[in-house]
T-cell receptor, first 112, second 115 residues
């Protein structure tokens, strides 16, 4: 699985958009980009994933560059409950062939 | 619909002892992966079980072993515990069998402290 690079920490004002970047320059053609978040002392929670098109769900939007070497997770209206560690990982699609390689993630702090 | 459950929540062991952690996957899921998360770090992949066999393994010694049962639940066993084995152990479940992207659902974890 390709490695990812994320900033160690970011701050965001409550109600504003939080934009979390991720670099994955060695991503392969069959690897998807996944985002998870982990609130203190809980298991990681799936947020969103994508291959090459932009994706949106009820939690967030995922913007993937055309060359697929980087992506941005967007939380459109951050709340205090969005304070967490956010992990960007890349992984092949088939469940029994892929394992998730987590880095140290980005600690997002949403401030009032 | 029950999510991924793990037991126990916390436990404390002494160096050299053995420990067994348990995981029940989300309903409908057939694949279980185990991760170790040291304080302040991201989860590290230990191994993955599907059809009661270990399918993939991360960079962990043979002291770490596992098992998957016919009902898809799984156990993680760690022998000869070291202080460095103190961590949050996470179980994740998913569905295997297609080429479509899949989601992993994580349990709340078991906090192991080795003294």
């Amino acid at each position: 699985d390709a490695k990812t690079t994320q900033p160690t920490s970011m701050d965001c004002a409550e109600g504003r958009a939080a934009n979390l970047p991720c670099n994955h320059s060695t991503i392969s053609g069959n690897e998807y980009v996944y985002w998870y978040r982990q609130i203190h002392s809980q298991g990681p929670q799936y947020i969103i994933h994508g291959l090459k098109n932009n994706e949106t769900n009820e939690m967030a939007s995922l913007i993937i560059t055309e060359d697929r070497k980087s992506s941005t997770l967007i939380l459109p209206h951050a709340t205090l409950r969005d304070t967490a560690v956010y992990y960007c990982i890349v992984r092949v699609s088939r469940a029994n062939a892929g394992k998730s390689t987590f880095g140290d993630g980005t600690t997002l702090t949403v401030k009032p | 619909d029950a999510g991924v459950t793990q037991s126990p929540t916390h436990l404390i062991k002494t160096r050299g002892q053995q420990v067994t952690l348990r995981c029940s996957p989300k309903s409908g899921h057939d694949t279980v992966s185990w991760y170790q998360q040291a304080l302040g770090q991201g989860p590290q992949f230990i191994f993955q079980y599907y059809e009661e066999e270990e399918r993939q393994r991360g960079n962990f010694p043979d002291r770490f072993s596992g098992h998957q049962f016919p009902n898809y639940s799984s156990e993680l066993n760690v022998n000869a515990l070291l202080l460095g084995d103190s961590a949050l152990y996470l179980c994740a479940s998913s569905i295997t069998g297609t080429d479509s992207p899949y989601e992993q659902y994580f349990g709340p974890g078991t906090r192991l402290t080795v003294t």
